[in-house]
């Protein structure tokens, strides 16, 4: 289950309401975050035509030229909840 923006700003509070380093309860329900990291070539001269291997499409032509984006996905999920037993 998805937990929305609104969730994590309306409290219950911990430790309480008047601490300066206080935070959502909802945190506490967070079992895991999915993580996509995509990164590309910065010179437009190193991307070809927006699509599968291109988010943003460049200007280069020549297949021999491409440096194609590269994705990576993956899961983290705290500590304690992360052990067996």
Known sequence: ?????????????CPDADSPDRFDADLLRIRAIAVTLRVQAEHEGLRGPAGSLFFNAGTARDGQRWVPDQEVRFMVAPRNLNMGG
């Open 1 to 13: 289950m998805k937990l929305t923006a609104a969730q994590l700003v309306d409290g219950p509070w």
